[in-house]
Protein backbone atom coordinates (compact mmCIF):
# COMPACT_ATOMS: atom_id res chain seq x y z
CA UNK A 1 0.00 0.00 0.00
CA UNK A 2 1.43 3.55 -1.04
CA UNK A 3 0.79 6.42 0.96
CA UNK A 4 0.19 10.41 -0.43
CA UNK A 5 2.69 12.34 1.46
CA UNK A 6 0.95 15.73 -0.49
CA UNK A 7 -1.00 17.27 2.17
CA UNK A 8 -4.44 17.88 1.32
CA UNK A 9 -4.44 20.99 2.79
CA UNK A 10 -0.73 22.24 2.82
CA UNK A 11 0.33 24.43 5.94
CA UNK A 12 1.84 26.93 3.18
CA UNK A 13 -2.13 27.62 2.45
CA UNK A 14 -3.04 28.86 6.25
CA UNK A 15 -4.59 32.21 6.72
CA UNK A 16 -6.25 33.93 9.76
CA UNK A 17 -8.93 36.81 8.86
CA UNK A 18 -9.10 38.81 11.24
CA UNK A 19 -13.22 40.59 10.57
CA UNK A 20 -13.19 44.56 11.81
CA UNK A 21 -15.29 44.73 14.52
CA UNK A 22 -17.31 47.34 12.58
CA UNK A 23 -18.31 45.07 9.60
CA UNK A 24 -21.46 43.61 8.73
CA UNK A 25 -22.55 41.31 6.58
CA UNK A 26 -22.84 43.58 3.34
CA UNK A 27 -19.60 45.38 4.25
CA UNK A 28 -17.23 42.66 5.17
CA UNK A 29 -13.73 44.33 5.86
CA UNK A 30 -10.91 42.94 7.85
CA UNK A 31 -7.25 41.72 7.15
CA UNK A 32 -5.92 38.27 5.96
CA UNK A 33 -2.46 36.91 7.12
CA UNK A 34 -0.81 33.82 5.30
CA UNK A 35 0.37 32.00 8.49
CA UNK A 36 3.52 31.18 6.69
CA UNK A 37 4.86 33.70 4.98
CA UNK A 38 3.23 36.20 7.66
CA UNK A 39 1.81 38.49 4.14
CA UNK A 40 -1.00 40.56 5.51
CA UNK A 41 -3.65 42.44 3.11
CA UNK A 42 -6.37 44.35 4.09
CA UNK A 43 -10.12 43.60 2.65
CA UNK A 44 -13.32 45.71 2.12
CA UNK A 45 -15.37 43.55 0.90
CA UNK A 46 -15.74 39.33 0.17
CA UNK A 47 -14.69 39.50 -3.15
CA UNK A 48 -11.70 41.27 -2.11
CA UNK A 49 -11.03 38.81 0.46
CA UNK A 50 -11.38 35.90 -1.94
CA UNK A 51 -9.54 37.82 -4.62
CA UNK A 52 -6.73 37.94 -1.75
CA UNK A 53 -6.82 34.30 -0.91
CA UNK A 54 -7.18 33.59 -5.06
CA UNK A 55 -3.72 35.92 -5.78
CA UNK A 56 -1.62 34.11 -3.01
CA UNK A 57 -2.55 30.80 -3.82
CA UNK A 58 -1.90 31.66 -7.59
CA UNK A 59 1.66 33.33 -6.24
CA UNK A 60 2.50 29.61 -4.67
CA UNK A 61 2.25 27.65 -7.90
CA UNK A 62 5.11 29.95 -9.26
CA UNK A 63 7.20 29.00 -6.35
CA UNK A 64 9.73 26.51 -6.28
CA UNK A 65 8.99 22.88 -3.95
CA UNK A 66 11.23 23.50 -0.76
CA UNK A 67 12.26 19.88 -1.46
CA UNK A 68 13.41 21.16 -4.71
CA UNK A 69 16.75 20.18 -5.60
CA UNK A 70 19.59 22.97 -7.20
CA UNK A 71 20.95 21.79 -10.54
Known amino acids: ?25 EALAGRLENLVTGRQREFASGRELLESIASDVDATLHERPPDAECK
Open 1 to 25: MTFNTDSKYPTRRAYVVKVRGDAKP
